[in-house]
């Protein structure tokens, strides 16, 4: 405890001043990545000793971590002192989009030695801790012009943020829209970087009405359109957008079926319209809808209970053209003859600029008509056109069939007929009949009818194959001819074979012979014995 042997080693207490920057500069604007860069000067370090800077930027509105996503923007160094005085730099970036006004930054930094805080400099006022991102505002000009290039006066426009976000400059206030009548002169507008839409409450009279415009303004103030509605012309230089009136579009139309005007398909259905066009916009891009309807019921003709409809993307590379619309349905979806008209409608940017719908036009008609089967058949029992009354006979009708819509379900019905009283001949009383259901694979085929029967329940003569076609019900087609040979089959009684009969006769013979001998030798014997 003796002092003049006690020394004392203190530890010395660092002391940290600083000096930050936006993009080396003490105010930037807020446009691409910001470099926040904070230097941090020191001193009373121990040399050799491990120490850590810890920095947060602080927004000196709210005197609060400035958030980017949620999270504070920071920043942190480790080093080794190789002096007890120095210097160190610490730097981050972040997005400019992150900034929604003009913002003032402050940077506080913390010093730790083996996770314990030995120095801070957190000054919310301090000049040379803090940094100020400025908005991005940037001047544009939107002018509405005619073909020629003319300003044009009367038309009512409102441009606003994307987003709804406010990012317009309208008289030192920031709002999300502005609107105004247009001049002679083209309007200036202060924007910051940012999508916008023009949009058009009413044209000038005798122009067309533009569809809303979408359009983004960059970081340096250049207008670039994004989305352009049908019937505009829009040009984009620099810091200036451009809206060109024009005149309205109108189509005509050749709608055509299978290449004909109308036709009996029976497998598929192909439905071409040309759609023919006036005054679009050369290389434009547009949007050709058709919806084929029923001109019975003036309503969208149905396919699985949808609408047959076509829709087609083209650009424009003559002011008057032509685009063809076409799709193709299976037969089997119409069930009787129908009459269909085009109705089509061409959009730009999902704007409607013009449409045909006539169901009275005829160059918007085609007629689909139900195609006409026909059969042929060829009748045979047990495989030959005739045979014998024995045992059971299998009488079989092969229907070839052609005019068939593939697809679609069909039933034939078979009738025997007696060819000799010319009414269906009858088995236990009830009529000779085979009946088969089948969908149609391919508009010419042929099926197989068969029925076996025994030989007791038929008789000798002639049948005759009939056969009626139905669909749904509903007779489309038959067979019925009595006279036609391959529709008939013959039936001849059964008779005994000639090798049994002789057998017998030889039988009967040779009995007859046997009680001749036995005659004689009995009476031979008598006479001896006598």
Known sequence: NDADQTVKVKQPKPELKTEAKVNGEKEAKAKDELTLTDKVSYKNLVIGKEYTVKLVWMDKETNKPFLVDGKEVTAEKTFVADKSEGEIELSTTIDSKHFTKETKLVAFEKMFENNTEVGAHEDINDADQTVVVKENFNTVKVSKVDLGGKELAGAKITVKSADGTNLINDNGKKVNSISWESTDTAK??????GKYVFHEESAPEGYLTVTDIEFEVDKDGNVKVTKVAEDDIVKSEGGKVTITDRKKPTVKTEAKVNDKKEDAPTDK????DVVKYNNLIVGKKYTAKLVWMDKETNKPFMVDGKEVTVEKEFVAEQENGEVELSTTVEAKHFEKDTTLVAFEEVYKDNTLVASHKDINDADQTVKVKQPKPELKTEAKVNGKKEADLEKT???????YYTNLVVGKEYTVKLVWMDKETGKP???????LTVEKTFVAEKSK????????VEAKDLKGGKLVAFETLYEKGVEIGSHRD???PAQTISLRKHKLPKTNISSNLYFVKMLLASGV????IDSKRKKIEG
């Open 188 to 193: 200036e507008l202060n924007l910051l970087p």
């Open 269 to 272: 259905v192909v439905l071409t």
């Open 393 to 399: 006979l299998t009488l079989t009708d092969y229907v």
């Open 425 to 431: 001949f009858l088995v236990n009383g009830k009529p």
């Open 445 to 452: 085929g042929k099926i197989e009818l068969s029925v076996n």
């Open 482 to 484: 009595i006279n036609d």
């Open 517 to 520: 001998i036995l005659y004689l």
